[in-house]
């Protein structure tokens, strides 16, 4: 079945840095990847839609100075959070829509903790 | 719109029953789809139901959707332990199918 990996699973930065997050599909290429946010015992909530070789399209309320997003091939999509912050640390989860159906494939995660 | 409002957000039970997480959304969908989430990992494709079908299996799993009261019901049966975890349902619309999360039902299965 399609896969979805997600690196790094976690991550610490200090405030002020920028990190970033990758996200491959690894056995079928993703034209469109979605990547969300996660707070505890929450919902995920969509931040942007990364689409290969064109701008990202962010939702409402997402900062896309802050928040990155490069598509730069069909197997590979990076979310960097720049000049990060304490209120980033989060959930980041990024998924592709896989062939076949219509189910979504999603990343194992990434748990960011800014100090 | 956020489409995908489980309930209840917790249950439990013991291993050997059966758990039934119910999913409200607001506006009309072309699908519905469940996930499941241990703690601290991504999600993981449980089952996809589309609007015009009314049941659905896979496994231990049995999923309903009633468009008319805009609901589904996930059913577990002969639980275990390792299905311990929070299940979300989401709901997909228009011509995007992208899934837009409710909550989660948190499931806990006592051995």
């Known amino acids: 079945g399609a896969v979805v990996s997600q690196h790094p699973s976690r991550v610490i930065c200090k405030s002020g840095t920028s990190v970033k997050i990758e996200c491959r599909s690894l056995?079928?290429?993703?034209?469109?990847m979605f990547w969300y946010r996660q707070f505890p015992k929450q919902s995920l909530m969509l931040m942007a839609t990364?689409?290969?070789?064109?701008?990202?399209?962010?939702e409402q309320g997402v900062e896309k100075d802050k928040f990155l997003i490069n598509h730069a091939s069909l197997t590979l999509s990076t979310l960097t959070v720049t000049s990060a912050h304490p209120e980033d640390s989060s959930f980041y989860i990024c998924?592709?829509?896989?062939?076949?159906?219509?189910?979504?494939?999603f990343g194992s995660g990434t748990r960011l903790t800014v100090v | 719109s956020q489409q995908g409002e489980e309930d209840p957000q917790a249950l439990s039970i013991q291993e050997g029953e059966n758990a039934t997480m119910n999913c409200s959304y607001k506006?009309?969908?072309?699908?519905l789809q469940w996930y499941r989430q241990n703690s601290g990992r991504g999600l993981v494709h449980l089952i996809l139901?589309?609007?015009?079908?009314r049941e659905k299996h896979s496994g231990r799993l049995r999923v309903t959707l009633d468009t008319s009261k805009k609901s589904s019901s996930l059913l577990i049966t002969a639980s275990r332990a390792a299905d311990t975890a929070s299940y979300f349902c989401?709901?997909?619309?228009?011509?995007?199918?992208?899934?837009?999360f409710g909550r989660g039902t948190s499931l806990i299965v006592h051995p």
């Open positions: 990364s689409n290969e070789g064109s701008k990202a399209t962010y």
């Open positions: 056995d079928f290429q993703a034209t469109t």
């Open positions: 506006t009309s969908i072309n699908n």
């Open positions: 989401a709901g997909a619309s228009g011509g995007s199918y992208i899934p837009t």
């Open positions: 139901i589309r609007s015009n079908e």
């Open positions: 998924s592709a829509r896989g062939d076949g159906d219509y189910g979504y494939t």
